[in-house]
């Protein structure tokens, strides 16, 4: 990951937040001075002897002091010190507690940490002794609990250690919609993970002082228990949206950052919490639960929304609330069923099949054809079923991700390990690779209607619109001399999937000289037949972006 601030000269500073810490505050800003020169101190609204304890600090020059007129929280204050340490110019900001429980001897090994990867997030792991009250010992360990189920890893050791360096670029970004109060610090560690920062866990020890030794703690059991409870929540609702739901935010990335440069990433991640879910609750329950989640969606990522209205619109002639929200419902509940296909349990859905006998036909006579297909209804039912009829599938996939895809397959069900080819543009091997298993008598499956990655394009008629599509599996067929066959599954609520297999081409040939326009006919047949598909079921089209505003 790169951000501004591994751009520029590794210039860090200290956050300290304060509220009501008149016996420790001078005692820390001194300690961390003797490490870190540069200190923040943010007041949260404390009475007159904590205030004029920072103010002196400041008149001193021994921190820029910041006061807040009223307490907000413990996150309120270390947002107000990201935001001024921005301005300063500073490029990290080591987050530390006013209350003296930090070991502050460890800041050279915590700011070493940010020096050598300065794109990561440090986070402190905390080492108790005896002063730890046992209360906030469980509660930290079901908060460990649930950000692991949040970031789907291990990457947050301990996400309420206070103890931490930011790079400040990704903090601030990800600090805006986090809480105020003490759920500051777990929300914004997972908001960092999801955002692609690294994460280095240090050990550090952590002594809970007496309150005779100045210590004070500002956790209210009922009240920051209920925010912190409310702040999971939000996240694992989030992260199942981001798991479930990837391809629908392809209409808020840039333009250099195609729908596959995410899309396969979280992947795995999500397949794994898909059955998390799944096996504690069942396809019903599960099922129920995507409903609110697909609200939530609906409203408020306008992107998709419009992507999906502007489809209905065109296949349909309108586009309904009731029917776009169906439209994202029908791809989170073909998402859900992956994971019961994987797991085998095809006694849940009701099949069928038309044209699967040139499937068998093409394995009896050891012949090999590519199979094209689109994002539309469930591939991998088509994948699946298939495979259990003995007709094994090759799934063109891109660089990086076959082995990803592998070990999807193998954490749910090791009996059901597919068979991926990686494609690169511009990589003979990968084409090389793809000729040896049609040679061998084998199906090789494309999804023809993403440009994205395709250097070669033809732009033709769909659904009454100019559109592009990529091109070169048509070259690639016609180098190889081998047929095409079309193949989609289509998804019928609540648990039916319609397979379907028709013959597209027995042998693409292009005319010399006139390749380009030999190519644009054969992708205006696909395109047709796309477009029937669309027709038969319209809410099955899982291209969330805008597809014609994307193209000529």
Not at 254 to 262: I, K
Not at 357 to 371: C, D, K, S, V
Not at 422 to 437: K, T
Request: with cysteine; charged share 25%.
């Amino acid at each position: 990951m790169t951000t501004e601030a591994t751009a520029r000269p590794f210039r860090p500073c200290a956050i300290i937040p304060t509220f009501e810490n008149p016996g420790t505050i001078r005692a820390v800003v001194e300690k961390v001075r003797e490490q870190l020169p540069d200190v923040i101190v943010v007041d949260d609204g404390s009475a007159p002897e904590g205030r004029a304890q920072v103010e002196q600090l400041g008149r001193e020059k021994l921190a820029h002091a910041f006061r807040r007129a009223t307490n907000g929280g413990k996150g309120a204050a270390v947002k107000t010190g990201l935001e001024a340490a921005h301005k300063l110019g500073y490029t990290h900001a080591l987050q530390i507690d006013a209350d003296g429980q930090h070991d502050l001897g460890d800041i050279p090994r915590f700011l070493d940490a940010a020096r050598q990867q300065p794109e990561a997030l440090v986070l402190g792991c905390p080492v108790f002794d005896g002063s730890a009250p046992r209360g906030r010992r469980v509660g930290r360990q079901i908060t460990v609990f649930w950000t692991t189920i949040e970031t789907g890893s291990r990457a947050i050791v301990d996400p309420m250690c206070g103890y931490r360096v930011y790079p400040l670029e990704p903090a601030l970004a990800a600090s805006r919609g986090t809480g105020d109060r003490m759920e500051f610090d777990p929300e914004i560690a997972v908001r960092m993970v999801w955002a692609g920062v690294p994460t280095v866990n240090l050990r550090t020890r952590v002594r809970y002082l007496r309150r005779d030794e100045g210590g004070v703690s500002h956790f209210h059991l009922f009240r920051d228990n209920a925010r912190i409870s409310w702040m999971h929540t939000r996240l694992v609702v989030l992260a199942l949206l981001r798991l479930l739901l990837w391809p629908l935010r392809r209409s808020r990335r840039t333009s250099q950052r195609t729908w596959l440069s995410a899309a396969e990433t979280g992947s795995l991640l999500g397949i794994r919490f898909l059955a998390l879910l799944c096996t504690l609750f069942g396809r019903a329950v599960a099922r129920a639960a995507l409903r609110p989640v697909v609200l939530y969606y609906v409203l408020f990522h306008g992107g998709a929304r419009r992507s999906s209205r502007q489809y209905l619109k065109t296949i349909l002639g309108r586009a309904t609330w009731p029917m776009i929200y169906r439209h994202f419902l029908n791809f989170a509940e073909v998402a859900l069923d992956r994971f019961f296909l994987l797991k085998g349990h095809f006694h849940r859905f009701q099949f069928g099949s038309d044209g699967f006998q040139h499937l068998r036909e093409l394995h009896a006579q050891r012949r090999g054809a590519i199979l094209l297909g689109a994002h539309i209804g469930s591939f991998e039912a088509m994948r699946l079923i298939a495979d259990s009829r003995s007709l094994p599938i090759n799934i063109v996939t891109y660089r990086g991700n076959a082995k990803m895809l592998n070990a999807v397959l193998q954490s749910i069900n090791p009996g059901a390990v597919g068979h991926f080819v990686e494609l690169a543009p511009g990589d003979v091997s990968s084409v090389l690779r793809i000729r040896e298993l049609i040679e061998a008598g084998e199906l090789v499956a494309i999804l023809g209607d993403r440009a994205d990655l395709d250097p070669n394009v033809a732009v033709v008629d769909f659904l009454g619109a100019k559109a592009r599509f990529p091109a070169s599996l048509y070259l690639l067929a016609a180098v190889l001399g081998c047929p095409i066959y079309l193949t989609f599954s289509i998804y019928r609520s609540p648990n039916r999937y319609d397979c379907y297999c028709e013959p597209f081409a027995e042998k693409v040939e292009l005319g010399r000289g006139h390749r380009d326009e030999g190519i644009a006919e054969y992708v205006q047949r696909y395109a047709q037949r796309l477009e029937h598909y669309c027709r038969m079921e319209p809410g099955n089209w899982f291209n969330f972006f805008d597809f014609w505003g994307a193209n000529p």
